[in-house]
């Protein structure tokens, strides 16, 4: 089943900004996270969605439309309640870690849904190929979670 052209540009736009969302919500805790290795490995995630992004966009502008630019209204809502969260915690790197987990939940759910809606076969390469980095990357933000949870457990 075909999708048309006006779907596909909406679907491609929403990973747009879920990109953006991600870039964003990285960058954000990555200047809150007292843990220099999940800083590093945040700003590194950023990066990873930043090229997604652009990757994404570069296909909107093919199909002749104008790509979005920013990340969500409810993504801005979600990075500043991350902020808000970690004024409350005293930037409590396991506040972060827990909100950051949940918005890599809403990711990984922004690529099924995509996925869902049988995309022609370059476009479907391209965002089942990220959402197995999204994915890979949710798992490894759970396992920090995880980690700091035990760790504070621990004092």
């Not at 909100?99 to 076969?121: N, T, W």
Request: charged residues 30%.
């Amino acid at each position: 089943m075909n999708m048309k052209i006006d779907e596909l540009r909406s679907t491609l736009n929403d990973l747009i900004e879920t990109c953006k969302d991600g870039e964003q919500g990285f960058r954000t805790a990555a200047e809150k996270l007292q843990d220099t290795s999940i800083r590093a490995q945040f700003r590194t995630f950023g990066q990873q969605r930043a090229h997604f992004a652009g990757e994404l966009q570069a296909e909107v502008t093919r199909l002749g439309d104008e790509p979005a630019t920013s990340g969500s209204t409810s993504g801005a809502i979600h990075r500043g309640w991350i902020g808000l969260k970690s004024a409350l915690t005293g930037d409590s790197d396991q506040a972060i870690l827990d909100e950051a987990e949940r918005g890599e939940d809403i990711a990984v759910k922004s690529y099924r849904d995509a996925l869902s809606k049988h995309l022609p076969g370059d476009l479907e390469e391209i965002v089942d190929r990220q959402y197995r980095d999204v994915v890979q990357v949710h798992n490894m933000v759970r396992s920090m979670r995880d980690t700091a949870k035990t760790m504070s457990g621990r004092r």
